[in-house]
């Protein structure tokens, strides 16, 4: 029977490779996102069918409505991967903004819960499925000026943990991959535009790519039933920590 899996995040980086990645092993995809446009884009490139819901996962009462709206073919979510999240600001706790810090929180963080509890009663209920939660190496080890974001990734990891915990008895699959360095929107995102300074971020190393992830996450969806990748930390070769990167001037 083809899967169905619900993928936050998915116009852009490691939720647009994971679509791509899934739909390519037969898996039919709900779309999530913000920027439609590319949603529609990603949607008329995949090999499998698939369904788009755009919505903003930090506003509660847009998340369970979208839920909600989901067509019957594709209501019975297998797997959820949340991926959706993003980095805003790069500066000391003491003069960092705190408009970046709620964007954090709310996206990183209660949007993950939000789509959680959205879509978790069914699989309570039907005692299978999978959720895949898109942590980081800053959730492992918080790094100079990476405070709130840290913070919002160690959330991401611990509240994996205890739905795990929580679940067991009903036979769900939890895990988390916590990707170090990727070479995506992302720092584009954390450093609002600054091109630049983007680019000097991977540009002295071979940073993982998008599609690198994208298979880790196939292979902790492919695993056999009784077989749970619980927690999954990626690093490319050139980083050994958050903040150990054997970079190349
Ligand atoms: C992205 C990885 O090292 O830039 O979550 O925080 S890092």
Redesign the pocket.
Known sequence: MTKTVLITGASSGIGWATAEKLAALGYQSILCGRREERLKELQQSLPATSHILCFDVSDRTAVFQAIKQIPEAFQQIDLLINNAGN?HGLDVSHEANLDDWDAMIDGNVKGLLYVTKAVLPQMIERRSGQIINVG???GKEA?PK?NV??AS?AAVDSFTQGLRVDTNPYGLRIGAIH????ETE??EV?FKGDHQKAES?YSTITALTAADVADAVAYMAEAPPHVTLADVTLLPTD?AS?YVINRRS
């Open positions: 980095a980081s190496i800053a790094y990476g974001y840290c990734k990707p170090g360095l990727v992302f720092s954390r971020v980083q958050a």
